[in-house]
């Protein structure tokens, strides 16, 4: 039987049949994917992103192994890079967390009241959140600095940022209830 991934990938043009061939490994990639990656929209991510970079990459398959074997390969790179990544950002986050179990400087705030309910807002905030607001106003961080240190693109962050001035005012509220 012939090797359909050498001979659709020894054209230098790819056809739809070619898309296919790539989409039939999705089942193994997301076995892959499992071993190295925990929660199921990381798995989700890591598949999507090996099946769209062996497309964007197809030129670069020169046939010397099966495809399952290439696109495997793709997926087992990306998965380092991104335990890479969240190795970083974890050590960003553990060092914010140290940061802010220091007391807030009560000269940032108007009293000690005011520190206690922000303090108690940003302990009752998802973590990500209370990281990025602390980063950018308290240690006064620009929004490009955030995004270096995390990792992410700086509309994520202004978006978290976002998203986090809205849950602490929410939960600012929730204590003058």
Same mark, same amino acid.
């Given at each position: 039987?012939?090797?359909?991934?050498?001979?659709?990938?020894?054209?230098?043009?790819?056809?739809?049949?070619?898309?296919?061939?790539?989409?039939?490994?999705?089942?193994?990639?997301?076995?892959?994917?499992?071993?190295?990656?925990?929660?199921?929209?990381?798995?989700?991510?890591?598949?999507?992103?090996?099946?769209?970079?062996?497309?964007?990459?197809?030129?670069?398959?020169?046939?010397?192994?099966?495809?399952?074997?290439?696109?495997?390969?793709?997926?087992?790179?990306?998965?380092?890079?991104?335990?890479?990544?969240?190795?970083?950002?974890?050590? #960003? /986050? %553990?060092? @914010?967390?140290?940061?802010?179990? &220091?007391? +807030?400087?009560?000269? =940032?705030?108007?009293? $000690?009241?005011?520190?206690?309910?922000?303090?108690?807002?940003?302990?009752?905030?998802?973590?990500?959140?209370?990281?990025?607001? #602390? /980063? %950018?106003? @308290?240690?006064?961080?620009?929004? &490009?600095? +955030?995004?270096?240190? =995390?990792?992410?693109? $700086?509309?994520?962050?202004?978006?978290?940022?976002?998203?986090?001035?809205?849950?602490?005012?929410?939960?600012?509220?929730?204590?003058?209830?």
């Amino acid at each position: 039987m012939e090797d359909r991934s050498r001979r659709v990938y020894a054209a230098p043009h790819m056809s739809q049949s070619t898309a296919e061939l790539i989409l039939e490994e999705e089942p193994n990639l997301r076995r892959v994917a499992r071993r190295h990656v925990r929660c199921q929209s990381d798995v989700d991510d890591l598949v999507q992103e090996s099946l769209l970079e062996a497309w964007r990459g197809r030129a670069s398959f020169r046939g010397e192994s099966s495809l399952l074997t290439w696109v495997l390969g793709i997926a087992r790179r990306r998965a380092l890079l991104r335990r890479r990544s969240t190795a970083r950002r974890d050590d #960003v /986050l %553990r060092a @914010l967390r140290e940061m802010y179990a &220091r007391l +807030i400087p009560t000269d =940032l705030l108007r009293d $000690e009241e005011t520190a206690r309910r922000v303090r108690t807002a940003l302990d009752g905030i998802e973590a990500g959140y209370a990281d990025v607001l #602390v /980063l %950018r106003y @308290l240690e006064g961080k620009a929004v &490009r600095e +955030i995004a270096a240190a =995390l990792g992410e693109s $700086e509309k994520a962050v202004e978006s978290r940022l976002h998203r986090a001035r809205e849950a602490l005012r929410d939960r600012l509220k929730e204590g003058d209830a």
